[in-house]
């Protein structure tokens, strides 16, 4: 019979990992609440702005958009009817791929990511960077990015 | 006039943040994914009842549980009227506050943590602290613990 024994946490990875939960949880909600407050959308909503305006044409594939911003294509396709409602992205047929759809950002759209964005940059600053030295800021960094390539891969 | 200039991000706070957001994302929905499958419980859920499970006789004031896991009051309240259909907690009067309601872990509640903690931590420890040295871990604790006080005051 093999037992497999539990690695638990020791004291300082718990309270590490306790601390990484209620940081990350009420950065975002702060930065959610204040864009919901200011510009009407939540910040998954801000995100999908973001990487349409920053791309040619400001148009992508649906499933590259759900690559860029991490979401499942289920919860991509409802963020997604909601800004085509609000009139800030168009979806289109894929030209090149039948099965495909592109999002297209508009120009109410882009008008509307302008607006937000510098009250939701002031917001990371004030509520994250603000908070850390450059050092930290440094080696927040550094984990992050270990941590992606560990978990997606990229 | 006094024009209020936009603090934007250079490239390096522009990385890291994305790359914060990217990493603290794919942890959470990788967490929840197996919690889900293995436990039939969100991460959300998780929490409760492990804060539930530390305390004497295992109740909890709702709004003192609300900011044990910095849910708002009626996130925890849809998340309770589930835990509690699923036979994991009950919640009752509170004997000494006529307005306020306590939560009680159950039998049933405390067999179901015991059993989806092995299996969650050991999430924790694969997804998180195996992709950092002990100096990152330390690291993220600092900033973790930073970000709490500036972000609560707590």
Redesign the interface.
């Known amino acids: 019979m093999i037992r497999v024994m539990?690695?638990?946490?020791d004291p300082?990875?718990q309270?590490?990992?306790r601390?990484?939960?209620?940081?990350?949880?009420?950065?975002?909600?702060?930065l959610d609440r204040e864009l919901q407050r200011d510009a009407g959308m939540p910040h998954a909503y801000y995100?999908i702005l973001v990487r349409l305006s920053e791309v040619p044409d400001r148009r992508l594939r649906m499933s590259e958009l759900a690559d860029l911003t991490?979401s499942s294509r289920s919860r991509l396709s409802h963020a997604a009817a909601r800004l085509e409602t609000a009139g800030w992205i168009r979806r289109q047929e894929c030209p090149t791929d039948r099965r495909g759809q592109v999002a297209v950002l508009t120009e109410a759209g882009f008008a509307a990511l302008a607006a937000a964005?510098?009250g939701h940059?002031?917001g990371?600053?004030r509520?994250?960077?603000?908070?850390?030295s450059p050092a930290?800021?440094?080696?927040?960094?550094?984990?992050?990015?270990?941590?992606?390539?560990?978990?997606?891969g990229s």
């Open positions: 539990t690695r638990w946490l300082d990875e309270q590490t990992w601390a990484f939960l209620a940081a990350s949880r009420a950065l975002m909600e702060n995100e991490g964005a510098p940059v002031e990371v600053r509520h994250l960077f603000d908070a850390l930290q800021v440094d080696q927040l960094r550094r984990i992050s990015e270990a941590l992606v390539v560990h978990l997606t």
